[in-house]
């Protein structure tokens, strides 16, 4: 039987004349991209640029303030509690990205093995990640405590220390202690991402290896590392943003201190902005943070399509 | 089971069946919400006080009772003294937040913009209770509005151990001269329990540390004019110096980056024999005498004394934290607030509180200085006259928005941090000077 298609008549509606546009791939990319948009406007974009408003003017708490050019960023020029911020952060990124790399490569290395309760370990690794930041800090800024340290109690009843170490009242000590907590906080997602990066490496690849007499450091160097690299780069750039934008972490543990030798870029512009009211100061010491994280994200994202093309 | 009353059912019922006839019309037309939902509340923002009971007093008493009297309700929220800048820079930024909100010292300049001037309510306090002094004065009004409501002052003297300074040969009382004190102290460390004093980013015990003992040795922020930094003279310079030797020979070198607790819980685990502070170790102490002892097993209560801080070439200073309180402008409850405010101001009210504190806080009017608390026990007669006393940071300018700009980003305590930790005086104190210049410049 020949079946003849009613215009109009399937499904017992007429499409609506917008739904049709639709059907134009461009105006259907358009609709499902809006509400993204959208959100990134409202809550990154609109930040960003009332951040860079508040930069260029004299704003403090309660005084809109007027336009004063690039005064600012003139100001912090000359402000060495802002260079030792800058000095802190790179130097809090870098140390911190080498050792989350190295521990949660290892970890993943091991957690790759197949050994009995390998679920379980592999829930506990992720504690460190799960527990929220400033609750874990906490427990750390007690274990660092000037007077109550237990790490200090351990070390003199063990009879390695006959004084007290100040772990956050001396400067470098004290940037010593808060790189240990992030590392301590950090390595379970380098760990559980590069395991997942580690699981789709065909363990035949490896087996051949063996086969043809390759030792195991040879078989990491010139088999799992290589086919390990793009992941490892997309979890570096995450951790290297997240790290360089850090501010729970330090604040709980050192509040910047002492006398402002742990600041960090977002722990500096907060007690400016928000502790003294000097919002537009605040404001730029956070935005002179972008031009830098910038340059690191165009770098590793240039260094992953290399690898990826490779 | 509740079972519910005829009555309300159809009281309920007829308001319910108020709204539903007018309707959102109705609402609209009169203009006014609806008469239930009309209660007023107060939003109270404070710091967790130093004496828990009094944030207990609050909380079961005074709170409700001011709730029933005034008809509305009030939202009492308490958070660190350290958070309460944070907290009123969001609010203000943000258009919302508490109705009112405690200032420390002479952050009410950083927010003059954005309160209600309280002159009336001030004024008239002033006259019931024989005047505001003029330290707390100066922190609240800027000669021209009362930014902000006096509340107290919670004295800073140092809390010592009787025996233990008497062991290092202060057998006189309290050492009288700074040079006296660092004698007593390196003998107090030899002995294994220093002087314990904060040089970090702590509201309380940093600055009320750190200013004075400047002044005393004739050191200052500013000239009388207010805007001509004095800091980089030669008097400060010897005060940092004397102060790096101080705190090597004297002090636990853990205590650099304390806040305005840690002092607090090593004094009371019998780590350090002396630190300035507020009356809260004592009242600790003294609240649980089993739980604190001497190594000899008697009350720790016992064996504190307080002592304002010693003298130096210039003279013998305090400053101590002063509280008060703003009213926001962005509040939609102003009235109600001023209200409440005026009750918890009417003695009776206050008394409550002031006696609960037991001498850790002094009021900042003079009628105050009589009540009999301060005959009940010698140990917090000290703290009587801190009100009194105090010297306004900014000195010798007035503690106005600069002022407490640099105190915010606590200037003069990093000089002597920065020293401590190995900067030569003259660099230390070269830099607060620049630091002060940006301020006092702009």
């Known amino acids: ?310 | 089971m509740l079972k519910p009353k005829r009555r309300s059912v159809i009281k309920l019922a007829g308001s319910a069946a108020a709204v539903a006839s007018t309707g959102m019309a109705g609402i609209l037309a009169s203009g006014r919400t609806p008469a239930y939902a009309q209660q007023k509340t107060v939003h109270w923002l404070r710091w967790v006080d130093f004496v828990p009971a009094s944030d207990q007093l609050w909380r079961k008493e005074l709170v409700p009772q001011a709730e029933k009297e005034l008809g509305m309700k009030i939202n009492i929220e308490t958070v660190n003294g350290n958070d309460l800048q944070p907290r009123t820079t969001a609010a203000i930024q943000s258009g919302s937040g508490p109705d009112l909100i405690m200032a420390f010292n002479n952050t009410t300049y950083i927010y003059a913009n954005s309160v209600v001037d309280l002159t009336d309510l001030a004024e008239d306090l002033s006259k019931r209770e024989g005047g505001i002094f003029k330290y707390c004065r100066s922190f609240c009004s800027d000669g021209k509005i009362f930014m902000s409501m006096p509340w107290a002052v919670p004295g800073a003297m140092i809390s010592y151990r009787k025996s233990w300074l008497e062991e290092a040969g202060a057998t006189n009382g309290f050492p009288k001269t700074w040079q006296e004190y660092r004698t007593v102290g390196k003998k107090l460390k030899a002995a294994g329990h220093p002087i314990g004093q904060t040089l970090g980013h702590t509201f309380g015990d940093a600055p009320t540390f750190t200013y004075p003992y400047m002044w005393s040795w004739g050191g200052k922020e500013v000239e009388q004019d207010g805007k001509t930094v004095a800091i980089n003279s030669k008097e400060t310079i010897e005060s940092v110096k004397f102060m790096t030797d101080f705190w090597k020979e004297a002090h636990d070198e853990g205590a650099l980056a304390w806040d305005d607790t840690n002092n607090n819980r090593a004094f009371l685990s019998g780590t350090i024999s002396a630190t300035l502070n507020g009356a809260s170790i004592y009242i600790e102490a003294s609240r649980k005498p089993d739980t604190y002892q001497t190594e000899k097993g008697k009350p720790m209560k016992d064996d504190i004394q307080h002592s304002p801080l010693p003298a130096g070439p210039a003279g013998q200073f305090g400053m101590h934290l002063m509280q008060s309180t703003m009213l926001m402008k962005y509040s939609k409850n102003q009235d109600a607030a001023k209200q409440f405010l005026k009750w918890v101001h009417t003695e009776k009210n206050y008394e409550k509180w002031f006696l609960s504190q037991k001498g850790y806080s002094t009021p900042c009017t003079a009628k105050w200085e009589e009540h009999p608390l301060w005959k009940q026990d010698p140990v917090m007669a000290p703290f009587k006259v801190a009100a009194r006393l105090g010297q306004a940071p900014g000195f010798a300018g007035l503690p106005n928005q600069k002022a407490a700009e640099a105190l915010s980003k606590y200037i003069v305590t990093d000089m002597y941090a920065k020293a401590v930790q190995g900067m030569p005086a003259e660099e230390s104190v070269k830099w607060a000077e620049s630091e002060l210049k940006k301020i006092y410049s702009a």
């Open chain 1, 1 to 310: 039987m020949a079946v003849t298609a009613v215009p109009g008549m399937v499904g017992g509606r007429q499409p609506l004349p917008w739904m049709r546009k639709l059907e134009d791939e461009r105006w259907l990319a358009f609709t499902l991209l809006l509400p993204t948009a959208i959100l990134l406007g409202l809550f990154i974009a609109y930040p960003f640029v009332e951040g860079i408003f508040l930069a260029l003017s004299d704003a403090r708490v309660g005084d809109p303030g007027h336009f004063v050019g690039l005064k600012n960023f003139a100001k912090l020029w000359d402000d060495s509690i802002f260079w030792t911020s800058v000095w802190n952060t790179f130097w809090y990124t870098a140390v911190t990205t080498v050792f989350k790399l190295a521990l949660g490569l290892w970890l993943a290395m091991l957690l790759n093995r197949h050994f009995r309760g390998k679920a379980i370990v592999r829930a506990f690794i992720l504690l460190p990640f799960i527990i929220p930041t400033v609750l874990s800090t906490f427990a750390w800024k007690w274990m660092f405590d000037p007077t109550f340290s237990v790490i200090n109690w351990t070390l003199f009843n063990l009879g390695f220390i006959k004084a007290r170490i100040n772990w956050l009242g001396d400067p470098s000590l004290a940037m010593t202690s808060i790189i240990v907590v992030n590392i301590w906080r950090g390595v379970p997602f380098f760990a559980i991402s590069l395991l997942a990066g580690l699981q789709t490496i065909s363990p035949e690849l490896n087996e051949a290896a063996a086969i043809d007499g390759a030792r195991p450091w040879a078989r990491f160097w010139l088999i799992t590392w290589p086919l390990l690299l793009p992941v490892t780069m997309v979890v570096m750039l995450f951790s290297v943003i997240q790290t360089f934008a850090d501010f729970q972490l330090v604040y709980v543990m050192t509040g910047g201190g002492p006398a402002n030798a742990t600041h960090l870029f977002a722990t500096y512009a907060y007690q400016i902005g928000i502790g003294t009211g000097l919002l537009s100061q605040g404001a730029a010491v956070s935005l002179a943070m972008f031009p830098f994280l910038f340059l690191i994200v165009v770098i590793q994202l240039l260094y992953i399509r290399r690898v990826e093309v490779r």
